[in-house]
């Protein structure tokens, strides 16, 4: 029996971004029809990339102006547009936007949840994902009426598979949340341009940095490698940098394809977050440090001087 999935997009200034491809490869299987829900811009825009990746149906789901960033009233939307298209499956990204809304949605459908999945077996109804700091991997059956998982970003490389997709509109603009009210949004003066979950290469900073003032090293080292900022908690909790910067079991969990680890001494909590990279490269003064064991290359040097030198050969080409 043909099951539709549903694929919750995750757009950055209407364009749409890379990972979504990820999570749209991963929601391909036999006698499935995919179902693109586009919240934030006109599906006309995305259309052409969708299609390239077997997207068949569109969804633009209208909001009214004032109630696009309220989450109650996006999840509400998306639960009305579930039942509407008959979908058994709900695909979103566990990214700062799928950790509020995902679970919304499966307590309001009493769903069964799970995030940071990086496998998922439509027809079995099983994903996987690690626990116990990436120690071990789960297996999990899920047995409700209709499945909400949430998919690692950068967890697979994307697939495409052309195709035609039509677009259907879906007026929600009549959605109200009595007890819940926007007041405020906005993003944090440090935060990064890119996207730490779903960044290519991160670049990241522990106790070696020594103070804020020397993560701006990083951050002009990261213009120039289209990279991400991240973190370790000790520079987190000394107030350096941002909570949202922080990679580790407690921070964000993370699978760039290159991850530069500078001055980070690679405790196992900061290793969960950061394992699945595809290639690990350290800076560190310690040649004991427990990060040169769980890498592919390393500098026993001071990321305060490699960092800048790095930046100056990248200036000039």
Same mark, same amino acid.
């Given at each position: 029996?043909?099951?539709?999935?549903?694929?919750?997009?995750?757009?950055?200034?209407?364009?749409? /971004?890379?990972?979504?491809?990820?999570?749209?490869?991963?929601?391909?299987? @036999?006698?499935?029809? +995919?179902?693109?829900?586009?919240?934030?811009?006109?599906?006309?825009?995305?259309?052409?990339? $969708?299609?390239?990746?077997?997207?068949?149906?569109?969804?633009?789901?209208?909001?009214?102006?004032?109630?696009?960033?309220?989450?109650?009233? @996006?999840?509400?939307?998306?639960?009305?547009?579930?039942?509407?298209?008959?979908?058994?499956?709900?695909?979103?990204?566990?990214?700062?936007?799928?950790?509020?809304?995902? %679970? @919304?949605?499966?307590?309001?459908?009493?769903?069964? +949840?799970?995030?940071?999945?990086?496998?998922?077996?439509?027809?079995?109804? @099983?994903?996987?994902?690690?626990?116990?700091?990436?120690?071990?991997?789960?297996?999990?059956?899920? /047995? !409700?009426?209709? %499945?909400?998982?949430?998919?690692?970003?950068?967890?697979?490389? %994307?697939?495409?598979?052309?195709?035609?997709?039509?677009? $259907?509109?879906?007026?929600?603009?009549? +959605? *109200?949340a009595k007890d819940f009210r926007v007041i405020k949004s906005g993003g944090s003066d440090k935060a990064t341009n890119i996207n730490l979950s779903e960044a290519d290469v991160i670049i990241a900073g522990g106790r070696g940095m020594k103070n804020s003032e020397n993560f701006t090293l990083l951050s002009q080292c990261a213009e120039r490698l289209?990279?991400?900022?991240?973190?370790?908690?000790? *520079?987190?909790?000394?107030?350096?940098?941002?909570?949202?910067?922080?990679?580790?079991?407690? !921070?964000?969990?993370?699978?760039?394809?290159?991850?530069?680890?500078?001055?980070?001494?690679?405790?196992?909590?900061?290793?969960? !977050?950061?394992?699945?990279?595809?290639?690990?490269?350290?800076?560190?003064?310690?040649?004991?440090? *427990?990060? +040169?064991?769980?890498?592919?290359?390393?500098?026993?040097?001071?990321?305060?001087?490699?960092? %800048? /030198?790095?930046?100056?050969?990248?200036?000039?080409?």
């Open positions: 029996m043909m099951k539709n999935i549903g694929i919750i997009i995750e757009l950055d200034n209407k364009r749409i /971004k890379e990972t979504n491809f990820v999570m749209i490869t991963m929601a391909r299987a @036999r006698d499935t029809r +995919l179902f693109a829900f586009v919240m934030d811009a006109y599906a006309a825009g995305v259309k052409e990339d $969708l299609e390239s990746f077997g997207i068949t149906n569109i969804v633009e789901i209208g909001l009214a102006p004032d109630q696009q960033n309220n989450p109650v009233i @996006r999840a509400k939307a998306m639960i009305n547009a579930i039942k509407e298209f008959n979908i058994s499956m709900v695909f979103g990204l566990s990214s700062a936007k799928g950790k509020d809304l995902l %679970p @919304r949605i499966a307590a309001l459908i009493d769903a069964p +949840l799970v995030m940071d999945c990086f496998y998922v077996d439509i027809e079995q109804k @099983r994903v996987k994902t690690s626990q116990y700091s990436g120690k071990t991997i789960a297996t999990i059956q899920l /047995k !409700g009426e209709i %499945p909400v998982v949430g998919i690692r970003p950068n967890a697979i490389e %994307p697939i495409k598979a052309q195709a035609f997709a039509r677009v $259907l509109k879906f007026d929600s603009s009549n +959605l *109200a289209n990279a991400a900022v991240g973190a370790s908690r000790v *520079a987190v909790d000394s107030g350096w940098v941002p909570y949202s910067m922080q990679v580790g079991q407690t !921070g964000e969990k993370v699978s760039p394809k290159v991850y530069i680890a500078c001055g980070i001494s690679g405790s196992i909590q900061h290793f969960a !977050g950061m394992k699945t990279s595809g290639m690990v490269i350290a800076i560190n003064t310690d040649e004991n440090a *427990a990060i +040169l064991s769980n890498c592919d290359y390393y500098a026993v040097a001071d990321a305060l001087e490699i960092i %800048p /030198k790095l930046t100056k050969i990248l200036d000039n080409g």
